[in-house]
């Protein structure tokens, strides 16, 4: 109980923090998104209250009406353009992320304690610790990041595909929603696009039609609104293709591969952007391409011959960690994702007869592979002798984050092989 009361008033205060005592900044995405043409439209005070909360220079494009990420953003923050001021924004839209955080986290959680078998209510106490205590999602949302309301819609899509036979004889209110919850979590950041050919291995034709559809009505409603040629994220993936990434940031296989050959001018508490040597630059995006390929290759491989199997929560695991592994950028809170694949381990473990201990480790290895620790990273600096998030900087220099995704997905992929039914089908 005392762990439970801990992990919830901690994510709460710290999370409304922001980076200033009880001020919640959104200081994240929300403050570089939100500045849209809506709001430079409707309320030009608001726009430039949270435009000059941004550092660096201005930004003439989006000052100009271009706008980022999906076009689900700026709908769904569109009724706080109305506000007068910034600081009753974020803490609207924090308020509404702590739903929809709930919203995705209590879902999750009802299938799985319904397979819980014993000590049931340590398991809850246990799980809830786990999502709260993750520095991921407590950096979300600091940040008031648009991925904790991309979860909840991925959670969603999740409980209404597993609650559907597999092949209903017509389209169900339930698989609707589903594809609806999964068209619009595709328009919100995209990511989520990679569960569309995953309806089509396991054959599921409704919900992707509905998602397609879903996702194609939101896509010609952003191009009336706000105009696709203004979509700075376009514009950012047609400039850069497929870069290579060695941000310390960037925690996907791109950026793993990518530090393989960087060089690092500085300690590893220090360095942010280490830098390729021109002469190394197009070896690493062959070898990086070359790897992305291999692991879609291999994954989707994986999944065609399981394509009947049931272990439904292996599936959606496999498909959240590697929504974040493949694609050639990423951010820390993207790994919040990989709570879903983290949770269904921890079921795996708690409900496992032998081997337990290490299970456990392998489990703790990978939850702390992506910086959640419970000594306070300040701790870890001062003891480093480093700069403040010295010790996530060193632990993202050195790929530990890729390394654990790509652990998780290692272990859930051979659980869901072994799984039923045994036999391979060509």
């Not at 790994?335 to 473990?349: K, M, R």
């Not at 870890?380 to 530990?400: K, T, V, Y």
Request: hydrophobic share 50%; glycine share 6%.
């Amino acid at each position: 109980m005392l762990l439970v009361v801990y992990s919830i008033t901690h994510f709460i205060h710290t999370g409304m923090e922001g980076r200033a005592a009880m001020r919640p900044q959104c200081w994240g995405d929300f403050s570089l998104a939100f500045p849209s043409s809506f709001v430079k439209r409707y309320n030009p005070s608001l726009f430039e209250q949270f435009t000059q909360m941004n550092t660096g220079p201005r930004d003439p494009e989006r000052d100009a009406g271009g706008w980022w990420y999906g076009p689900v953003l700026q709908g769904l923050t569109l009724p706080l353009t109305v506000l007068p001021s910034r600081e009753t924004a974020c803490l609207l839209w924090k308020l509404a992320n702590l739903a929809f955080l709930t919203t995705g986290a209590v879902l999750l959680f009802r299938v799985l304690f319904a397979s819980i078998r014993r000590a049931r209510w340590a398991f809850a106490a246990v799980y809830t610790a786990l999502w709260l205590n993750a520095y991921p999602l407590l950096e979300a949302f600091r940040q008031a990041n648009i991925e904790i309301f991309e979860l909840c819609l991925m959670m969603v899509a999740y409980r209404c595909f597993r609650a559907t036979a597999p092949t209903p004889a017509r389209l169900t209110s339930t698989e609707r929603w589903g594809g609806v919850c999964l068209g619009t979590a595709i328009m919100t950041k995209f990511l989520p696009a990679i569960g569309l050919p995953y309806l089509l291995i396991k054959r599921r034709w409704k919900m992707l039609v509905t998602a397609v559809l879903t996702a194609g009505v939101i896509a010609v409603a952003a191009q009336v609104t706000l105009d696709w040629r203004k979509s700075l994220t376009m514009q950012h993936l047609i400039v850069t293709r497929f870069p290579t990434r060695t941000h310390a940031h960037v925690q996907s296989l791109s950026g793993l591969v990518s530090r393989w050959f960087a060089e690092r001018p500085g300690d590893l508490t220090r360095t942010v952007n280490p830098v390729i040597p021109a002469e190394r630059q197009q070896l690493a995006l062959r070898i990086v391409r070359i790897s992305v390929v291999v692991t879609l290759v291999a994954f989707s491989l994986l999944f065609w011959l399981r394509r009947t199997s049931a272990a439904v929560d292996l599936e959606w695991s496999l498909l959240f960690a590697l929504m974040i592994f493949v694609p050639p950028w990423s951010e820390d809170y993207y790994q919040i994702f990989l709570l879903v694949p983290l949770s269904v381990l921890l079921t795996y473990i708690w409900n496992a007869q032998h081997h337990r201990l290490g299970l456990w480790l392998l489990l703790a290895a990978c939850y702390l592979s992506t910086g959640s620790i419970l000594v306070p990273s300040s701790w870890a600096d001062a003891a480093l002798g480093g700069e403040p998030f010295g010790f996530h900087r060193l632990l993202q220099n050195l790929s530990i984050p890729a390394l654990g995704n790509f652990a998780i997905l290692c272990w859930c992929g051979v659980l869901y092989w072994r799984s039923e039914p045994r036999g391979l089908r060509l």
